[in-house]
């Protein structure tokens, strides 16, 4: 941006002018004539950043630009000579009367050099130090917001992803109804196929237990019928020959 | 007819199981047993019971002509098909759940679009270093001290941190 660039100022006006509008606010700056623009060091980002640098100035007090101003007419001593001069006549005219105030001022003056010269480095260095602080604060909230966003949109696409999936819990719904249909169907057939064999056997078994029955029955009877044949005559004889028989034994 | 129903689609349950949020997991795992029990079951029944032996049966069992009725009524009967009354529900659940996923989607990417102009408006910002107080109260509203509701300092309430 070419606003903050540093121009020479010709006239005395500007450079009070431009004091009392860096004072004062900081959008000010960008409305102001480029002219006025001093004490402003080479800034990028006007105007939203302030200066953080004073202009340059010669025995802590006179701005550069001011004895820049006398170089072109006067040469190099001409800004020391005017201000020379300008005390000299100040005093000789008596415009300014030495006085009590004067040795107050001097000591006023004095102490308030050496207060800034003493304690002024360690005080900018604290302020330096908090804005450090504060920045990297600020800083790090909004990388956590970031993050916090970048999470958040993968979330949603995560949750979109895993939507996108849905066709697997009904191809699984589906596929269990399925399964349960056949199972029934299978189950049926095996009823049938099961309840006509369970008849078929049932006449098996009937057949075979007749038989059994029929085969037990004649058993019994022709058991029956010889223990009836058998006449007392022949149990008589049957154990005679037992008896015969026991002896044979007993003698050998 | 068994082939043509069931494993129409294989299910590929580790795809599945990837995409299952995690507090419907248990859900996820009921459902898998459910279905795991069910094709144990069906892997356990036959496809088509044993056959009978009709010709055994035909020798040995004496009633005449019995065997040859129940053969030609075995082989006429018809197993009536299992109806699907739960197809229609599920069918229901899907389109139910398309319009959801419809509606979620859209909300969605609105969300995905706000987040994303916050990012943009956090990438774009004037640095914090440029930036005046007013702009960053203007950033984060919530910093700025309340002088009117808290009019001693610090002007916010210290109570409830």
Known sequence: ?252 | MATRRVGAKVIDWAAFAERVPPNQRSQFNALKTKADALKAKLAAVPEKPPAINWDAYKKTVPVAGLVDKFQKEFEALKVPQPKDTASVTVEGQEKDMDNKVSKFVVESNNRIKQYQDKIAALNNMVPFEDMTLEEYFEMYPNSKPNKEKYPWWPHFPVWEL
């Open chain 1, 1 to 252: 941006m070419q606003i903050c660039q540093v121009n020479f100022l010709p006239h005395f006006s500007g450079a009070a002018l431009s004091n009392v509008v860096l004072r004062t606010a900081g959008p000010s700056i960008a409305a102001a004539p480029k002219v006025c623009l001093l004490h402003t060091s080479n800034q990028k980002s006007m105007p939203y950043k302030m200066p953080e640098h004073g202009g340059k100035v010669r025995l802590g007090f006179i701005p550069e630009e001011w004895l820049q101003m006398f170089y072109g007419k006067t040469g190099v001593t001409g800004p020391y000579m005017f201000g020379f001069g300008l005390v000299m006549y100040l005093i000789n005219k008596e415009i300014y009367i030495f006085g009590p105030e004067t040795v107050h001022a001097t000591v006023a003056i004095g102490l308030l050099v050496y207060t800034i010269k003493k304690f002024g480095p360690s005080i900018a260095a604290y302020a330096d130090r908090q804005r450090e602080a504060d920045l990297v604060q600020a800083y790090s909230s909004k990388n956590a917001e970031l993050a916090n966003l970048a999470e958040a949109i993968e979330g949603e696409k995560k949750e979109q992803w895993r939507l996108e999936g849905r066709s697997h819990l009904f191809d699984a719904k589906r596929e269990n109804i399925q399964m349960q249909l056949e199972l029934e169907y299978r189950e049926r057939l095996q009823q049938v196929a099961n309840s006509v064999k369970g008849r078929l056997d049932y006449q098996v078994d009937v057949e075979s237990l007749r038989r059994r029955m029929e085969q037990q029955n004649m058993v019994q009877w022709i058991e029956e019928n010889v223990l009836k044949s058998i006449t007392p005559q022949q149990e008589t004889a049957i154990l005679d020959k037992c008896l015969t028989d026991l002896k044979g034994l007993a003698k050998a």
